[in-house]
């Protein structure tokens, strides 16, 4: 099973939306037949098995075991990965653009950024699983907490200014089998943290 897996089919992705289906899926952490996550839902076991059948068609769930009981075979099934993130290649046509209009200062095309990187590294791993080996990647997480509007965009100042000092210290087109990498560098309030305001971009 997967930590994490990237769902990129807009089947699989309608499929993993319906709510009777997530709740089979979360409750598949743990390998389970068809029977035994009816008594746990409170669905007939037929219709279990109906929305097993089409997440299974999809890759979202995988048999395991199968186990004979008098006259019947008990399938037990187990969710293919603990989460799953729906990728904005399931919807291609209507997809953001971070190209379009950029605007650092944007909320809108910062989640336009964080989209293209969900799109981007899902694309990755799907690759990576496929010839058996791990994506390089980095990230760094964390919270600060400015006393003023002030600070913020003093701050902002200068780690584009860091940022962009790094980029030029250590980006080279002339090196043959060099790689490009994707930088992407987001602030913005933590959602955790209860508002005494309205929310605005910038």
Known sequence: MLDVAVIEDPAAA??????IRARILAELAEPASATMLAARIGLPRQKVNYHLKALEQHGLVELVEQRRKGNVTE?????????YVISPAALAAV???PAQAPDRLSARWLLALAARLVRDVGALLTGAERANKRVATFAVDGEIR???????????????NTVTALVARYHDETIPGGRSHRLVVALHPSAETPSTGTAQEG
Do not use: N
Not at 75 to 83: D, E, L, V
Not at 146 to 160: I, K, N, P, Q, Y
């Open 75 to 83: 399938r037990i099934m187990r969710a293919t990965a603990g989460a």
């Open 146 to 160: 400015f006393a003023s509007a002030a600070d913020r965009a003093a701050f902002a100042e200068e780690l584009t």
């Open 14 to 19: 309608e499929a993993s939306l319906d709510p």
């Open 95 to 97: 997809a953001p653009d």
